[in-house]
């Protein structure tokens, strides 16, 4: 499995962001895809996880209702939309695919190469 992040940019405080992880595996649709992301010095984050089907969904504590996160399995893609940002939202955002909806990083078998989000104040 192959991930390619993109979408990161830079936005003021209070905007929205989409990413988009595109997989280039046939066996997208059978894998849980979650977020995290890392800030300079800081260790990675867990951000919001979604199981196969997109019925489970899992959010870490900072971003809960602000970010959803979706998948299309037709277009082998999961989607992080991020509402409400602030500036402490700033780090590298990085998808990755796994067997099951978990918050760590070692539930995660394949990792995408991050896309970075600033967010100004």
């Known amino acids: 499995v192959q991930l390619q992040a993109s979408g990161g940019g830079l936005v003021q405080a209070g905007g929205s962001l989409r990413l988009s992880c595109a997989s280039s595996?046939?066996?997208?649709?059978?894998?849980?895809m979650g977020w995290f992301r890392q800030a300079p010095g800081n260790e990675r984050e867990f951000v919001a996880a979604i199981s196969w089907s997109g019925v489970y969904t899992l959010y870490g504590d900072s971003v809960k209702g602000r970010f959803t996160t979706s998948r299309d399995n037709a277009k082998n893609t999961v989607y992080l939309q991020m509402n409400s940002l602030k500036p402490e939202d700033t780090a590298v955002y990085y998808c990755?695919?796994?067997?099951?909806?978990?918050?760590?990083?070692?539930?995660?078998?394949?990792w995408g190469q991050g896309t970075l989000v600033t967010v100004s104040s």
């Open positions: 990755a695919a796994g067997g099951v909806v978990v918050g760590i990083p070692r539930g995660y078998d394949y």
């Open positions: 595996g046939r066996t997208f649709s059978s894998v849980a």
